[in-house]
């Protein structure tokens, strides 16, 4: 079982970001987008998703040489995450791998800043009061859909610092999905720094590369995809091998400044993964099924609905 791991935004609150017409509001939605990586803080959370609880460690820490991350998962497996520089170092079952950032772990809700503008056009932001959170004064925030293609999804920042201290993803029966919350935390302050390795020494980690660590390049595959829901918008389409794959795997990623899709394209190669098959974890579902002689696969933290209209779009335009 892979360590899942979850991306924590440091997000910035004013009353004003709950007019979302207002272009004062939007200033404030660029600076929680833009200041998830200025805070240094150390803690514990929980995420939940059918009826699983995984208990994790988290340090982040802002360096004159970039970011650092890391996560441990606590339940006795040693299994441990480090990012640092668009990479990631995973530490488990006795052996050590590299791999590029986009492989996704799990994933907490973040605010894309390249997105921010139109956030308002896919959601209707809405304050629902203030809670305490592992001991801290949060506002509430929630971000409800204009349509059917997405969930609705709940914040409370810290109204301090602004670092977002738990998050729920809720379907249309009103059922939470998944769920991140802090129980303890710790905000700047003196916060363990032995594990940042100088640039120098990164090298020593003495990892084993996978497929996956493969720097990432801009490509244009001439595939294409006819049905995203409104606001969607690609925010990449790379061209790179994965384990355990014959052939390089085109990906599209897609978000509306909320919630992301991955769209994979891949040669059909015979394997005993290439039928249709649709599976949940969470809030996030996978679709893939053979068309022709090609396997998709639509990975999106959606409902249902809109991953099977996503991939039922799929089509190729030529490049």
């Known amino acids: 079982?892979?360590?899942?791991?979850?991306?924590?935004?440091?997000?910035?609150?004013?009353?004003?970001?709950?007019?979302?017409?207002?272009?004062?509001?939007?200033?404030?939605?660029?600076?929680?987008?833009?200041?998830?990586?200025?805070?240094?803080?150390?803690?514990?959370?929980?995420?939940?998703y059918d009826r699983h609880?995984?208990?994790?460690?988290?340090?982040?820490?802002?360096?004159?040489?970039?970011?650092y991350e890391k996560l441990t998962l606590l339940d006795g497996t040693n299994r441990e995450v480090i990012r640092h520089h668009g990479l990631s170092w995973w530490y488990g079952n006795h052996q050590n791998q590299q791999e590029n950032s986009a492989q996704k772990f799990g994933r907490f809700p973040v605010l894309l800043s390249a997105q921010v503008d139109s956030l308002n056009k896919n959601?209707?932001?809405?304050?629902?009061?203030?809670?305490k959170v592992a001991g801290f004064d949060t506002q509430v925030i929630v971000f409800k859909p204009k349509d059917n293609y997405r969930y609705m999804q709940k914040m409370w920042v810290h109204s301090d610092s602004g670092l977002l201290l738990k998050s729920v993803i809720v379907n249309d029966k009103n059922r939470i999905v998944e769920k991140y919350a802090f129980?303890?935390?710790?905000?700047?302050?003196?916060?363990d720094r032995s594990w940042v390795a100088p640039p120098q020494q990164e090298k020593s980690f003495n990892l084993t590369p996978a497929e996956s660590a493969v720097p990432e390049r801009p490509f244009k595959s001439g595939w294409v995809v006819d049905a995203l829901p409104t606001g969607?918008?690609?925010?990449?389409?790379?061209?790179?091998p994965m384990t355990g794959k014959h052939a390089?795997?085109?990906?599209?990623?897609?978000?509306?400044?909320?919630?992301?899709?991955?769209?994979?394209?891949?040669?059909?190669?015979?394997?005993?993964?290439?039928?249709?098959?649709?599976?949940?974890?969470?809030?996030?579902?996978?679709?893939?099924?053979?068309?022709?002689?090609?396997?998709f696969t639509v990975v999106g933290e959606v409902p249902v609905r809109t991953v099977i209209k996503v991939l039922d779009s799929i089509r190729y335009n030529g490049r």
């Open 1 to 48: 079982m892979r360590l899942v791991v979850a991306l924590f935004g440091v997000l910035y609150v004013h009353t004003v970001l709950l007019a979302a017409e207002d272009p004062a509001s939007q200033a404030w939605l660029k600076t929680m987008a833009f200041a998830k990586h200025q805070t240094d803080y150390s803690g514990v959370f929980v995420h939940e």
């Open 53 to 67: 609880i995984e208990k994790i460690k988290i340090s982040h820490l802002v360096t004159a040489e970039g970011e």
């Open 123 to 131: 959601y209707l932001m809405e304050p629902a009061g203030s809670e």
């Open 183 to 191: 129980t303890e935390l710790q905000i700047g302050g003196k916060i």
């Open 232 to 240: 969607f918008n690609k925010i990449k389409e790379i061209q790179r």
């Open 248 to 295: 390089p795997v085109t990906q599209m990623v897609y978000s509306d400044g909320l919630s992301s899709i991955s769209v994979f394209v891949e040669p059909c190669d015979q394997d005993d993964d290439d039928n249709e098959n649709l599976t949940d974890r969470g809030a996030l579902h996978l679709y893939h099924k053979v068309v022709k002689n090609h396997l």
